[in-house]
């Protein structure tokens, strides 16, 4: 079972009291964008074997979003933290290369 810390109520809460929105981090775009990149942040997500980043909701507690980083082969979890935040935590990113040795995902590390 998956169970991710909320860093916003502070619970520790299994999978079903969470709802899980997609990829984090998706660099958003405007209407003047042209349809290639606009198509590409409709439609393409990372669909990576290992670290990735979610947006996840504590929908059956707080109802707030929060970001994760977990391991989707594993299902480890390598912590979770606000959605306000444009980048993950640099000792989150420490963390996840301290454990996955080369690890890499986009420019985040
Ligand atoms: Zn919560």
């Known amino acids: 079972m998956l169970i991710l810390h909320c860093p916003c109520c502070g619970i520790d809460a299994d999978e079903t009291e969470l709802t899980p ?10 209407p003047d964008t042209p349809d290639e990149a606009f198509e590409g942040y409709l439609f393409m997500r990372e669909n990576p074997r290992g670290v990735h980043f979610e947006r996840w909701r504590h929908a059956y507690g707080c109802g707030k979003w929060f970001h994760a980083a977990r391991c989707t082969v594993t299902l480890e979890v390598f912590g979770t933290y ?10 989150l990113l420490q963390t996840i290369s301290d454990k996955r040795p080369g690890w890499t995902w986009r420019d985040l590390a």
């Open 21 to 30: 929105g997609g990829e984090a981090h998706l660099t958003r775009v405007g």
């Open 82 to 91: 606000p959605a306000q935040t444009a980048k993950p935590p640099a000792d």
